[in-house]
């Protein structure tokens, strides 16, 4: 008989299982960086850096005040432990999830799937192709601006160059990688075997259906209940291997179902998914923290409609541009569209809304947040205009 759970059991568990059941801890070091980014599975890179690039604020969320830079080393340093692949979106994951992923460079130089364009170029333009790869070969790490070869873009984020083109199609498939990233944020290429550590280089590549398997138990022991929706989206896989490998990892006790009051969907868990009586975290979320990057599921998790609206025209938004949820407690009680102001040393907070989950508690906690991370990104202070139905709360708050 599949066991029954409430929606806030649920939520409970998907929280424990995020990092957020814990206190933070006092100091946090290259040990707690990485317990953490393992925890989570994967980090969603994006190059918006309006408050902080992305990768770095979900481990601010469940770590506070930690070095950046040591994420930098992790990520690009001399000896890194993280690489960079499409994975949920462009992101970074631990070196042991690389061959993994190797399966979907496959799919890539193949064609398989969503990777038909990538495939296409690969096979249609291999002469250049390879005098793409040649050069990274002869010269080193290379970003796609140094590259002087094939006709140039004509601009705008996706106006690439064909040796931009080129780079990111062998970086798709596997056959140059990720050295570092660079100045604005322009990532460098290098062949793999002058990038991966020996170990992961040497690694025998499992089968696609083990590969998968292991991705879904990551997923899973990241979200603590989930929906094969949910699983699926975490590292992006298609719908008939999800289902398949849910199925394989079910009847091999790996993942147990479990029914959620309201949900309309199956879900499952993990035998050791944690089951909190209370979590009490406060928590500004990035929009592509791994607890809200889905919006169905934070919709259904939290009965809050989380939207990006950076590409929404600024007469049409709602909320803001760069819009931060925050956690207080299990719920979502208020939303604040932040800007870091670094030539003038503050943090803005260009609009703050309440959500029908505050209390009278919230803008004193959301404010010593705000402080908090105005502190981590070597910022004065902060200051809040006037703009949103909590406003006026925060800025009494604040101080």
Not at 45 to 57: A, E, K, M
Not at 290 to 318: C, D, Q, S
Not at 376 to 395: E, I, Y
Request: aromatic letters at 8%; charged letters at 25%; one cysteine or more.
């Amino acid at each position: 008989m599949v066991e029954v759970i409430s929606s806030l059991t649920a939520r409970r568990m998907t929280l424990a299982a995020q990092g957020f059941a814990q206190a933070r801890p006092k100091t946090a070091g290259r040990k707690q960086v990485m317990q953490t980014i393992s925890r989570l599975g994967v980090l969603q890179i994006d190059s918006v850096n309006v408050v902080s690039r992305t990768h770095y604020l979900p481990l601010f969320s469940r770590l506070g005040h930690y070095p950046r830079d040591l994420l930098e080393d992790l990520a690009w340093g001399k000896t890194p432990e993280l690489f960079e692949y499409w994975m949920h979106e462009a992101s970074l994951a631990p070196w042991s999830t690389q061959a993994l992923m190797r399966w979907r460079m496959e799919d890539a130089a193949k064609g398989v799937g969503t990777w038909k364009g990538v495939a296409h170029f690969l096979n249609h333009r291999r002469d250049f192709v390879d005098r793409v790869r040649d050069e990274i070969d002869v010269r080193g790490p290379m970003p796609a601006s140094e590259l002087a070869l094939g006709a140039k873009g004509k601009g705008g984020w996706w106006g690439w160059s064909e040796g931009k083109r080129a780079l990111e199609c062998l970086f798709w498939a596997g056959e140059i990688t990720a050295a570092t990233r660079r100045g604005t944020f322009e990532r460098v290429y290098d062949l793999p075997h002058r990038v991966h550590p020996e170990p992961v280089v040497s690694t025998e590549t499992p089968p696609r259906e083990a590969a998968q398997s292991e991705l879904i138990r990551i997923a899973a022991r990241a979200m603590g209940v989930a929906t094969e929706r949910d699983l699926r989206d975490y590292f992006r896989m298609n719908v008939a291997d999800t289902k398949a490998r849910i199925a394989e990892l079910q009847d091999l006790g790996d993942m147990i179902p479990i029914e959620v009051a309201g949900w309309d969907q199956p879900a499952w868990t993990t035998p050791d998914a944690q089951r909190p009586s209370k979590v009490a975290a406060n928590a500004l979320l990035s929009p592509f923290d791994n607890l809200i990057w889905f919006r169905e599921r934070t919709e259904r998790m939290f009965g809050v409609k989380v939207r990006l609206e950076i590409y929404t025209p600024a007469h049409k938004r709602v909320h803001g541009y760069y819009v931060l949820p925050f956690l207080q407690g299990e719920a979502i009680t208020a939303r604040v569209d932040l800007k870091a102001e670094r030539k003038a040393g503050y943090l803005a907070v260009q609009s703050a809304h309440a959500q029908p989950c505050a209390d009278d508690r919230t803008a004193d906690l959301l404010a010593a947040e705000l402080h908090l991370m105005a502190k981590w990104l070597g910022l004065n202070g902060v200051k809040v205009a006037s703009k949103g139905d909590m406003a006026g709360d925060l800025v009494r708050a604040v101080g």
